[in-house]
C-alpha cells in the first residue's frame, strides 16, 4: 500500500493525533529495556480504545504490515523491539481502572494501567495485587500479561498467570474475543493459559480482569548477612526443606549490595559476600513462629549477622534498596547487560560458582540479585562499550543462560525470550517442541505479522541448515549479524 493512504487509513483508525511519523519522535520508540537492539519503526500509533486497537490492526491485516504492541517499554529482552517495516501500537493511552470488585477480589483494567497503581487503587479494601516485578511503579499490567511476569513475592504467590481471570485480546486478523472468564473454573482449552507469556505474539490485549489478594495479617522482614554465597544458598534450601514457603526469598551479592549502598543507602552491611532478605506473611502466631524457625535456619548455616525490620518502615528500606538494584549497578559499571535464568534451587551455589568461572574467564565483572526462593537468577554483567567490552558482555551474558538449561532450568524466569535469547532456545527445546509452539502461533497469526522476530530462533539467514539454530558461518566469523 501506498504510503500515504496507508498512514491515512491508520489516522482513520487511531485518530490523527495518535499517529507518531516524526523521526525524532519515533525514536523513543526505537528500544525497549534491552537498549543494545534498536529499530526505528515506520511508524507509531496510540489508540484510545480496543476498538480503535482493532481497527489499526485491520489495517494492518489488510496491507501486510507487522506491528509490535508495546506497554512501558520496561521489558529486558527485546520483546516489543520495532520491525524497521512496520508500525508499534502503544497502549499508553489505555489507562483507565474501569471497575473494582472488593466482594469478589477483583478489578478490571486497561493494559497501561501500571502494576503498582493497581495495589493503591484497591488498598482502602484492603486488598494488593500480588505480582511485584521491580520496574512495578512504570510497567504495565498489558506488559505483565505478555511477558507472565513475578517479581519478588512470587514464591508463594505464583506469577501474572495465577492471578488473571479474564482478557480481552485484539486477535492479529482484527477480531475482537474474550479469554477466560469470571468463574475460576473455565471450560474447554485454557486459551487464555497459553496467551498470558506469549510475548506479544498472539495479539494485543485490551482489558483485563485481575484478581486481587487480602493484605496479609502480619508481615516480618529480615536480612541475613553470609561470607560465602554457598552459605546463602544452603539456606534457603534449608528454609524450603523445613516445610516453610516465605513471601520471598531474595539474594545479593558483594557487587550489587555495593551498587546498592551506593544509590540508596538501604542498610545492607557492605563486604559480606551474599545477603538474604526473607519476608514471612500470615496470621500472627503463624509468622512469629517461622521467623523464629528462619532465624535459627540462618544461624545454623553460618549467617555472620542477622537483622530484623523492627517497622513498617525499616521493612520498606530494604526492598527499597533491593528494587532499586538493577538501575542501581550504573554507579559501579558504565554498561551492563541484566540477564534472566532458572535453575533448581538446590542448584544455586553450584550455579552461582559456575557464572564467577565465566566472568572470570571472560575478564568481566557479574552482579548478582535475584529471586533465590525459586531458583530465578538475575546475573547483571558489567562492561564498558568505550572500553570495546561489548561482544564479550553479548558473549557472557548469552553463557549464563545456556548454563541455566545446561543445570536443568530455563532460559527465562519472567523476562521472556524477546529478542535477545530467540537463538538460544534450541538449547532448551528440540525441534519438535518448537515446531509446535509455532503451530500454535500460527494458529493464531498465519502470516506471522504479530510482533515477529521473537521467541522463536527466525528467520534463518541464506546459507544456514535446517533444524535446530547453529550460527551461520560468517556470523561466526563476525562478517554479518542478525538484526
Request: with cysteine.
Amino acid at each position: 500500500m501506498e504510503p500515504a493512504r496507508l498512514r491515512a487509513e491508520f489516522a482513520a483508525a487511531v485518530g490523527e493525533d495518535g499517529v507518531i511519523d516524526d523521526p525524532t519522535e519515533l525514536r523513543a520508540y526505537e528500544c525497549d529495556g534491552l537498549t543494545g537492539y534498536r529499530v526505528v519503526p515506520r511508524l507509531v500509533l496510540l489508540p484510545r480504545t480496543a476498538e480503535a486497537v482493532a481497527a489499526a490492526v485491520r489495517v494492518c491485516a489488510r496491507a501486510g504490515v507487522p506491528f509490535v504492541p508495546r506497554g512501558a517499554g520496561t521489558g529486558l529482552s527485546g520483546g516489543a523491539l520495532p520491525v524497521a517495516d512496520g508500525v508499534v501500537i502503544s497502549l499508553q493511552r489505555l489507562r483507565s481502572i474501569l471497575e473494582i470488585d472488593p466482594v469478589n477480589c477483583r478489578a478490571v483494567v486497561q493494559p497501561g494501567v501500571t502494576n503498582l497503581e493497581i495495589s493503591r487503587s484497591v488498598a482502602a479494601h484492603g486488598l494488593y495485587f500480588a505480582p511485584d516485578p521491580s520496574s512495578q511503579q512504570v510497567c504495565t499490567i498489558g506488559g505483565n500479561v505478555a511477558e507472565n511476569s513475578g517479581g519478588a513475592h512470587c514464591l508463594k504467590y505464583g506469577f501474572t498467570v495465577h492471578h488473571i481471570h479474564e482478557i480481552e485480546v485484539v486477535l492479529p486478523n482484527g477480531s475482537i474475543t474474550t479469554l477466560g472468564g469470571e468463574s475460576d473454573h473455565v471450560a474447554g482449552y485454557d486459551l487464555l493459559g497459553a496467551f498470558i507469556g506469549s510475548e506479544g505474539t498472539l495479539g494485543v490485549v485490551t482489558s483485563i480482569t485481575v484478581r486481587l489478594l487480602r493484605k496479609p495479617t502480619a508481615v516480618q522482614t529480615l536480612v541475613a548477612d553470609f561470607d560465602s554465597v554457598d552459605d546463602a544458598g544452603d539456606t534457603v534450601t534449608a528454609i524450603i526443606a523445613a516445610g516453610i514457603v516465605p513471601a520471598a526469598v531474595e539474594m545479593m551479592d558483594t557487587l550489587a549490595i555495593e551498587a546498592v549502598e551506593a544509590a540508596v543507602a538501604a542498610g545492607y552491611s557492605r563486604g559480606v559476600a551474599a545477603a538474604l532478605i526473607v519476608e514471612l506473611d500470615g496470621p500472627v502466631d503463624e509468622v512469629a513462629a517461622q521467623l523464629a524457625e528462619v532465624e535459627r535456619l540462618c544461624h545454623e548455616q553460618r549467617s555472620i549477622a542477622v537483622k530484623i525490620a523492627a517497622t513498617s518502615d525499616e521493612r520498606a528500606t530494604i526492598w527499597k534498596g533491593r528494587k532499586a538494584a538493577f538501575a542501581a549497578v550504573g554507579r559501579i559499571s558504565p554498561d551492563y547487560f541484566v540477564q534472566d535464568g532458572v535453575v533448581p534451587r538446590t542448584r544455586l551455589s553450584e550455579t552461582l560458582n559456575r557464572i564467577s568461572e565465566l566472568a572470570d574467564a571472560a575478564g568481566l565483572r557479574v552482579a548478582n540479585v535475584f529471586h533465590a526462593g525459586d531458583g530465578n537468577l538475575h546475573p547483571l554483567v558489567l562492561y564498558s562499550e568505550a572500553a570495546g567490552e561489548l561482544e564479550r558482555a553479548e558473549h557472557l551474558s548469552s553463557a549464563i543462560a545456556e548454563l541455566c538449561v545446561e543445570l536443568g532450568g530455563s532460559l527465562s524466569g519472567e523476562h521472556g525470550i524477546g529478542t535477545d535469547k530467540a537463538c538460544s532456545m534450541p538449547r532448551q527445546f528440540t525441534e519438535a517442541d518448537l515446531a509446535t509452539m509455532l503451530r500454535l502461533r500460527t494458529a493464531y497469526d498465519p502470516v506471522g505479522l504479530c510482533n515477529p522476530g521473537k521467541v522463536f530462533p527466525t528467520p534463518r539467514l541464506c546459507g544456514e541448515r535446517p533444524g535446530p539454530h547453529r550460527p551461520h558461518p560468517l556470523e561466526a566469523a563476525g562478517l554479518i549479524e542478525r538484526t
